[in-house]
């Protein structure tokens, strides 16, 4: 079934990651979307807010999420039919049969989708040979098969870790080479370098911040995780096709549509077996234990990116010691010149009286009168000398200088 927001399917793509043409259609919202299903097959389709809606069952609220418009945090959000995935590049919608990816022309996105598109394929193959793959009885054979919506998580989580963890990496080689150019010489270039460094390391720490949460709150609440088992709450009978595939999106809608049928008896009352009761005895192990590798995984970046700015508070407090002593150096260059100004002052006094237009012996052009002159010149040095040594010591004795 086609919804009328939803475009024409140009070219389906045998692998991930080939460019595929779109015909545009003259309808608001409209947004190109990279269908991956649960054989692997992926192609690329048009679709409105509301077909997408009515495909996966989200809430208009919850697409505003994947909103490349709208600024949200790392989000992962369990719904009845559908996992919303908001991390980093990522932005996606996860069923229990097919992956929708919103910006798979990204560049950046593109490694990404070349590896989902493999990890499908080897699922659909495992799962086509093993098709009654309960999970106890691959635990004995000694493999264990995820349910396809694991495979596209751990795919998407993969990711996210993983570009956070590169760019962590990348600062970190950035950041050493420009705080120790810093501590050897003091400059304007340097200083600016090192304000970009850290900036860049809030922006990064807040978002491995934010994916931390997230897993975090996730592995706190099974019913979250519950929400997220999306194969486990498609019944039996419509959940495995011949081959071991799982059901297509008729089925899903034809299930929801059974699923009120299911457990009435003669009056039109449900049974004690309710779909909401089911779904929360869902086993979340499998689950937490993915999240958990990468709630580690996630951890130790935000540890590394902790570390780094240790070094950089440190960085900062040893430049603030370099400036304080120079500082304090300066002032007591400041304190010794002005001590310096204060004796020579009184030479000048002395100066400055014998420069008045008087007559005294001391003038008189003879020997006993140059003899005269030239004691009171020496002994006003020697005292001025001795004065600024008196006003150094105690300068010294009373700590303003070292």
């Given at each position: 079934m086609?919804?009328?927001?939803e475009a024409e399917?140009?070219?389906?793509?045998?692998?991930?990651?080939?460019?595929?043409?779109?015909?545009?259609?003259?309808?608001?919202?409209?947004?190109?979307?990279?269908?991956?299903?649960?054989?692997?097959?992926?192609?690329?389709?048009?679709?409105?807010k509301h077909a997408i809606m009515r495909r996966t069952g989200l809430p208009a609220r919850d697409l505003r999420i994947l909103d490349p418009l709208l600024s949200y945090p790392s989000t992962v959000l369990g719904r009845e039919r559908a996992i919303v995935i908001n991390l980093e590049h990522i932005k996606a919608i996860i069923t229990a049969n097919e992956v929708l990816l919103l910006n798979s022309r990204d560049p950046s996105v593109t490694p990404f989708v070349d590896e989902l598109h493999s990890r499908i394929v080897r699922h659909h193959s495992h799962a086509s040979k093993?098709?009654?793959?309960?999970?106890?009885?691959?635990?004995e054979d000694g493999m264990k098969i995820l349910p396809f919506e694991f495979v596209a998580l751990e795919a998407c989580l993969e990711a996210a870790c993983g570009v956070l963890d590169n760019e962590a990496k990348t600062l970190e080689q950035e950041a050493h080479p420009a705080l120790d150019k810093l501590t050897s010489k003091i400059s304007t270039l340097n200083l600016e370098r090192v304000r970009q460094i850290k900036s860049r390391l809030v922006a990064i720490t807040g978002r491995v911040q934010k994916v931390r949460d997230e897993l975090e709150h996730l592995l706190d609440d099974d019913e979250d995780m519950a929400e997220m088992s999306l194969t486990d709450k498609i019944p039996p009978e419509i959940s495995l096709e011949a081959g071991g595939a799982t059901a297509t999106?008729?089925?899903?809608?034809?299930?929801?549509?059974?699923?009120d049928l299911i457990g009435?008896?003669?009056?039109?009352?449900?049974?004690?077996?309710?779909?909401?009761?089911?779904?929360k005895q869902l086993d979340v192990g499998e689950l937490e234990m993915l999240l958990e590798a990468y709630f580690v995984q996630i951890d130790g970046t935000l540890n590394k990116l902790s570390?780094?700015?240790?070094?950089?508070?440190?960085?900062?407090?040893?430049?603030n010691i370099m400036l304080d002593d120079k500082q304090n150096h300066l002032l007591q260059m400041g304190v010794m010149l002005t001590t310096a100004t204060l004796v020579v002052s009184a030479f000048v006094v002395v100066a400055g009286i014998f420069g008045m237009n008087i007559h005294i012996e001391l003038f008189d052009q003879n020997v006993a009168g140059m003899r005269e002159f030239l004691w009171t010149i020496g002994g006003s040095t020697a005292g001025t000398i001795f004065l600024y040594v008196v006003a150094i010591a105690w300068c010294k004795h009373k700590r303003l200088l070292e």
């Amino acid at each position: 079934m086609r919804s009328s927001e939803e475009a024409e399917v140009i070219r389906p793509g045998a692998g991930a990651g080939v460019g595929v043409g779109i015909r545009k259609k003259g309808v608001t919202g409209v947004r190109a979307w990279l269908l991956l299903d649960s054989t692997g097959d992926t192609h690329v389709i048009q679709a409105g807010k509301h077909a997408i809606m009515r495909r996966t069952g989200l809430p208009a609220r919850d697409l505003r999420i994947l909103d490349p418009l709208l600024s949200y945090p790392s989000t992962v959000l369990g719904r009845e039919r559908a996992i919303v995935i908001n991390l980093e590049h990522i932005k996606a919608i996860i069923t229990a049969n097919e992956v929708l990816l919103l910006n798979s022309r990204d560049p950046s996105v593109t490694p990404f989708v070349d590896e989902l598109h493999s990890r499908i394929v080897r699922h659909h193959s495992h799962a086509s040979k093993t098709p009654n793959h309960d999970s106890k009885d691959d635990q004995e054979d000694g493999m264990k098969i995820l349910p396809f919506e694991f495979v596209a998580l751990e795919a998407c989580l993969e990711a996210a870790c993983g570009v956070l963890d590169n760019e962590a990496k990348t600062l970190e080689q950035e950041a050493h080479p420009a705080l120790d150019k810093l501590t050897s010489k003091i400059s304007t270039l340097n200083l600016e370098r090192v304000r970009q460094i850290k900036s860049r390391l809030v922006a990064i720490t807040g978002r491995v911040q934010k994916v931390r949460d997230e897993l975090e709150h996730l592995l706190d609440d099974d019913e979250d995780m519950a929400e997220m088992s999306l194969t486990d709450k498609i019944p039996p009978e419509i959940s495995l096709e011949a081959g071991g595939a799982t059901a297509t999106y008729e089925d899903h809608q034809n299930a929801d549509n059974s699923r009120d049928l299911i457990g009435r008896g003669s009056h039109g009352t449900r049974t004690s077996t309710t779909y909401s009761n089911v779904t929360k005895q869902l086993d979340v192990g499998e689950l937490e234990m993915l999240l958990e590798a990468y709630f580690v995984q996630i951890d130790g970046t935000l540890n590394k990116l902790s570390t780094l700015r240790e070094y950089v508070d440190d960085t900062e407090d040893y430049i603030n010691i370099m400036l304080d002593d120079k500082q304090n150096h300066l002032l007591q260059m400041g304190v010794m010149l002005t001590t310096a100004t204060l004796v020579v002052s009184a030479f000048v006094v002395v100066a400055g009286i014998f420069g008045m237009n008087i007559h005294i012996e001391l003038f008189d052009q003879n020997v006993a009168g140059m003899r005269e002159f030239l004691w009171t010149i020496g002994g006003s040095t020697a005292g001025t000398i001795f004065l600024y040594v008196v006003a150094i010591a105690w300068c010294k004795h009373k700590r303003l200088l070292e």
